[in-house]
């Protein structure tokens, strides 16, 4: 396996250089490197040993790991929150999955065996408080890794999330990153990787899950389809629904309501 190379910083063990680090990440599971942007609240040195719960934001179609910041001031959010905050690159049409057909298009196996490690092992986060969220293109990853994974995130949300693959093939990359081709095998294909398709795995962890979406979103009636669906199966779902569209401004409105679930969680048992 190629070793995971680190740039721009150089992080040694036991010294916290800043609070915000910029990672840039060569992986054998990408065909380009990786940059990784983490903000650490601004209390992280002020206990020695102290633990902090972590959330990984992922970003929409064509953003980068820039946008949530663009978005929401990360380092306030860390700040305000006492969470570490970890926004990834999704390589602009990744999807955050191993794609099927591109086999140095493999961001699942990235983000599970190169990336999570490397953070884990890099920062005082609480292991059994990590979760995952994200937007559109995001959204429907922080999900499909989650369903996925079960194990390893306390609880996912997602934010307009294009949750069903299938109602949208013929754009934002999909039908290259998937390996469609027109024939009866495109359906199978779309449900495997659909997060849409996947409501039993989280039914069977017993875990929560929050959703929020602008009723005049595009993608608003997949998610109500997919609300519903988790509903019949007593799936404990968490929705928000509020006057808004794909968009910054709403993106902005609706990201304080998953970081106070999530706060909630994270302090539940504490």
């Known amino acids: 396996m190629k070793p995971i190379l680190l740039f721009v910083l150089l992080l040694l063990p036991g010294i916290h250089l800043s609070a915000q680090d910029q990672l840039v990440l060569e992986s054998e599971y990408l065909n380009q490197p990786d ?38 001031d990360c380092q306030a959010y860390a700040d305000n929150y006492g969470f570490i905050i970890v926004c990834p ?19 699942e196996d990235f983000f599970l065996e190169e990336l999570m490690p490397l953070i884990s092992k890099t920062y005082r986060c609480r292991e059994n408080d990590i979760f995952i969220t994200g937007l559109s293109m995001g959204g429907h ?8 994974n079960l194990s390893l995130f ?43 398709g996947k409501a039993g ?16 979103d595009p993608f608003y009636g997949i998610n109500i389809e997919f609300i519903t669906a988790c509903k019949k199966m007593d799936i404990p779902v ?9 968009n910054m401004d709403y ?18 048992e504490k």
């Open 35 to 72: 940059t990784v942007w983490v903000f650490t609240p601004g209390n992280y040195d002020s206990i020695p040993g102290n633990e902090f719960p972590l959330v990984y934001l992922l970003h929409g179609w064509s953003g980068n790991y820039r946008q949530w910041d663009e978005i929401m």
């Open 89 to 107: 690159d999704g390589l602009y049409d990744s999807w955050y999955l191993n794609s099927p057909v591109e086999t140095e298009n493999r961001y």
């Open 141 to 148: 990853g922080a999900l499909y890794l989650y369903v996925q």
């Open 154 to 196: 306390k609880c996912a949300g997602s934010l307009s999330g294009l949750l069903d693959l299938n109602s949208w093939r013929d754009y934002y990359g999909i039908t290259r990153i998937l390996g469609l081709t027109g024939t009866d095998h495109d359906e199978q294909v779309l449900r495997a990787y659909s997060v849409a």
């Open 201 to 216: 795995n989280i039914k069977s962890a017993g875990k929560e899950i929050m959703l929020s979406c602008g009723t005049e």
């Open 238 to 246: 968490h929705f928000i629904e509020t006057p808004g569209a794909h």
């Open 251 to 268: 993106w902005r409105s609706a990201i304080g309501a998953q970081f106070d679930f999530f706060m909630g969680m994270a302090w539940e």
